[in-house]
């Protein structure tokens, strides 16, 4: 099983480089991995796996925190309509979004990331993704609200972007103009 020891950390390179696609339909190596990182995820919301491995929780992982600059990602979170997103995925995109903002507003943390860093991290309101399930299947999401800024968080792992990197550094707190807060 993943453990904390296997995810990699600021300065490592495949934070910072753009991910290669999987081709398809994956190996069976490749969804090993991806059934191993939602695995992950799973246990990382679960109160006596937290405890016993020492796991910081988190509702996503893309490949490139394990070191592995592969474009796969794997999300289990419920929104807050209780609608529950659990999916292992091959080659996420966004194929459209909102010019519209959201953001949280307790801004973001990383699995990757040993720090706190304070800020408003302004994420796209509404986006529609396409990609293939662990299961093979190709679906297309619409998103919005904490949905679309957990899967924005992790599409930008396999471009080699960091959630800071989009809080302002002139004035970290204030929310852009167009957004709205993800209630
Ligand atoms: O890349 C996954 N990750 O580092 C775990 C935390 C994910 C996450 C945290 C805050 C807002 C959106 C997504
Ligand atoms: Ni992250």
Do not use: W
């Not at 299961?135 to 998103?143: F, M, S, Y």
């Amino acid at each position: 099983m993943l453990t904390m020891k296997d995810i990699v950390r600021e300065g490592h390179e495949s934070l910072r480089i753009k991910a290669t696609k999987v081709n398809l339909p994956a190996t069976e190596e490749e969804k090993e991995l991806l059934t191993k990182m939602l695995q992950f995820i799973k246990n990382s919301q679960d109160e006596e796996m937290i405890e016993k491995y020492d796991l910081r929780s988190g509702v996503g992982l893309a490949a490139p925190q394990l070191g592995i600059s592969k474009r796969m990602i794997a999300v289990h979170f419920s929104d807050h309509n209780e609608r529950l997103y659990s999916y292992g995925l091959f080659n996420p995109r966004i194929i459209s979004h909102s010019v519209e903002q959201t953001y949280l507003p307790g801004g973001e943390g990383c699995l990757s990331v040993d720090r706190d860093v304070p800020g408003i991290v302004p994420r796209y309101a509404r986006i529609t993704v396409k990609a293939t399930t662990l299961e093979g299947e190709d679906i297309k999401l619409r998103l919005k609200g904490y949905a679309a800024v957990v899967f924005q968080h992790e599409i930008d792992h396999l471009n080699g972007v960091m959630f800071y990197d989009h809080i302002d550094k002139n004035d970290p707190m204030t929310p852009p103009d167009n957004a709205v807060s993800v209630d």
